[in-house]
């Protein structure tokens, strides 16, 4: 990599990210199902830092804070219990829209989307979210390899803490938008709401404001709550399509991530040329780059057993295709 920069092949400019699975050496008769321990969310330290910061500014908006939390918060997870192969309990079972199921690693890699060289490599498990390793990946190569000016990934990265991280270190940061889902049981949708910038405030279809009275915190995310008026929700002629049957708080509420401000300021951007052409960058490199290893450098399945030999293997499928690259670039 030092002959890399050396020679002006990468340059920081713009750092795309992408993952691809790899199958483990297992199959899927070796799987058992083992129960999920229960153990912190990922960023549980960055979180924990954000939240006593949105506690502060909460104070000075409505003149309180609730107390600090003494509880651990449950992971956000719904599941119970997940398949383990007997012969690699390292690997994971993927089952993803448009993948083949089964046990698999995944590789994440980061590249210079000058000429392509491979800036670093992370191997997980198949059943990890693509958001888990990221910042991590990405800041030991911004203090570890060379700065990253600006960096591009796929929607499964986009999350809130990822936006604020990144612009905290300088970096731009151009993704595609994850699409939003709705899980409310209320006929009236957040859609329904419109949001006041200058005022900070939500407004319910009925006119009426919802104000920022809480911070919640979860496994994955700092949110601010909206919380509607009891009074204003119990004389609502929208009453039953806006509150489910099961509320018990009277009143509608809506949640907003607290990274919200710095979201907001990147995803404005998202038809502009220069966003467009970074995401074009991304599909075009990571998975040429990608399709050229599994063709030939084998990143289609890793011989040997354990994260270890998982991430020996993948680190070696970059390497090969890095001094490729390199030695076409030189001649």
């Not at 004389?235 to 509608?252: Q, V, Y």
């Amino acid at each position: 990599m030092r002959q890399c920069i050396k020679k002006g092949l990468v340059s920081g400019r713009l750092a795309a990210t992408d993952s691809t699975h790899v199958k483990a050496n297992a199959s899927r008769s070796s799987e058992h199902l083992v129960e999920m321990p229960e153990e912190p969310g990922v960023y549980w330290e960055r979180l924990d830092s954000y939240e006593e910061e949105g506690l502060q500014t909460l104070e000075k908006r409505i003149g309180h804070r609730r107390k600090k939390r003494t509880k651990q918060i449950k992971r956000d997870n719904r599941r119970t219990h997940k398949r383990v192969s007997r012969t690699d309990p390292e690997a994971g079972h993927m089952k993803r829209p448009g993948k083949p199921e089964g046990q698999y690693y995944l590789s994440h890699q980061t590249l210079d989307t000058d000429h392509g060289v491979i800036l670093g490599v992370t191997v997980t498990a198949g059943d990890v979210h693509d958001s888990v390793p990221y910042l991590d990946h990405l800041e030991q190569i911004h203090r570890s390899v060379l700065p990253i000016q600006a960096a591009t990934a796929d929607a499964a990265y986009d999350f809130p803490l990822a936006h604020r991280v990144l612009e905290e270190q300088g970096i731009s940061f151009y993704v595609r938008p994850q699409p939003s889902a709705d899980r409310t049981k209320a006929e009236f949708k957040r859609d329904a709401f419109s949001y006041n910038e200058e005022k900070d405030v939500y407004q319910c279809p009925n006119g009426k404001e919802l104000r920022v009275k809480g911070l919640y915190r979860s496994a994955s995310g700092v949110y601010w709550e909206y919380w509607a008026d009891r009074g204003d929700c119990r004389s609502c002629p929208f009453r039953e399509k806006c509150l489910s049957e099961k509320d018990k708080h009277g009143a509608r509420k809506l949640l907003d991530t607290y990274f919200r401000p710095t979201v907001r300021r990147h995803l404005a951007r998202q038809n502009e040329p220069d966003y467009l052409q970074a995401l074009r960058k991304r599909q075009i490199w990571c998975e040429g780059t990608f399709a050229a290893q599994k063709r030939g450098h084998n990143l289609t399945r890793v011989l040997r057993r354990g994260l270890e030999a998982a991430e020996d293997h993948c680190l070696l499928s970059a390497t090969a295709l890095n001094l490729k690259r390199m030695i076409k670039c030189m001649e």
